[in-house]
């Protein structure tokens, strides 16, 4: 099931575009797996799944939930299926899930704040792609769909709060962003990243966090455009990120990540950034000089694996 799972999860990253299709082949896949796709000990990403699915469907004050642009492309009909896995009563909200998240991002890295032994953590780990397409650690073979039960307790467990386990939650994260309004999402999702992010000790998790805002900020732009007061929000944040905890970092994942998160907010290149090759809009001056900046005082190397990495 993990990789049905995992398919499930990049169809409905990369199908907004065409909602019809994208409904229509997770139903499909629901079907032919049975009840094993949706089973009662669901992990993360089967709640994931259903819970967007559900979301999409809905044809209450859910709506207002989605972007503008979801509302204005979901299809008028949905897939009908004579025993449906997804036409249930979940007693887990949308935003009650998605805290719960939260909450597990928080814990991650409040445990990772208060390790004493963080070296021996990070030296029994071994390299492995997560979703995002960074490289990250883990301490065991995962799967974007790493078991961990739902239940009252679930706090108390301790195997997978790794660096695996801590990527696997953004990127459950960052699904739900592709498809939830800008609004909603920055105030119930961005502002409390950004918290948990200006206490962050770890620098893995930080580069987590910076991806993830970088993600959700190509949503909002794609969906409300550079002005809107969430996106500038979120740019205005970043960029005070940049001057203190990003400033005083030697990690350049850490760097890299932050760099991407304030480009994704802004409409000109980061070539033409550094080149000084563009005009950036009075509004947008003093991320375009943050980057610059940055860059000038980067060695000739890191200088060109930042030319490569944002190429």
């Known amino acids: 099931m993990d990789i049905v799972l995992e398919v499930s999860y990049k169809v ?29 000990s669901s992990n993360f990403l089967m709640t994931t799944i259903r819970l967007v699915v559900l979301l999409l469907e809905a044809k209450n004050n859910s709506l207002c939930l989605l972007s503008s642009y979801v509302q204005s492309n979901r299809p008028a009909v949905f897939p009908t299926c004579a025993h449906c896995l997804f036409d249930v009563v979940d ?18 890295s409040q445990q990772w704040n208060s390790c004493s032994n963080t070296n021996k953590i990070i030296a029994r780990c071994s390299p492995h792609l997560g979703s995002s397409g960074l490289e990250v650690n883990c301490g065991e073979p995962c799967y974007i769909s790493k078991q961990v039960k739902l239940s009252e307790d679930g706090h108390n467990h301790t195997a997978g709060r790794d660096l695996c386990y801590f990527a696997e939650i953004t990127s459950l994260l960052e699904l739900f962003g592709n498809y939830m309004s800008c609004e909603w999402t920055y105030n119930n999702v961005v502002v409390r990243l950004l918290k948990i992010l200006e206490s962050c000790t770890c620098e893995e998790y930080s580069a987590a966090l910076l991806i993830l805002l970088s993600q959700l900020g190509r ?6 455009g550079y002005e809107q007061r969430a996106v500038s929000d ?55 000089r943050q980057i610059s900046e940055w860059f000038c005082q980067l060695s000739k190397e890191h200088q060109s694996i930042a030319c490569s990495f944002f190429s």
């Open 219 to 224: 949503f909002f732009v794609d969906d409300v």
């Open 12 to 40: 409905l990253l990369m199908g907004k575009s065409n909602l019809s299709w994208t409904l229509l082949a997770i139903h499909i896949i629901g079907s032919m797996c049975g009840d094993k796709f949706l089973s009662k």
């Open 91 to 108: 007693s887990v909200s949308v935003d009650g899930f998605i805290s719960f998240l939260l909450d597990e991002l928080h814990l991650c």
């Open 234 to 288: 979120l740019r205005n944040h970043l960029s005070v990120l940049m001057r203190t905890k990003v400033s005083n970092s030697r990690n350049m994942p850490v760097q890299l990540s932050a760099i991407g998160a304030l480009l994704s907010l802004l409409p000109l290149a980061f070539d033409k950034i550094v080149a000084h090759s563009g005009q950036l809009p009075d509004l947008y001056v003093l991320q375009g």
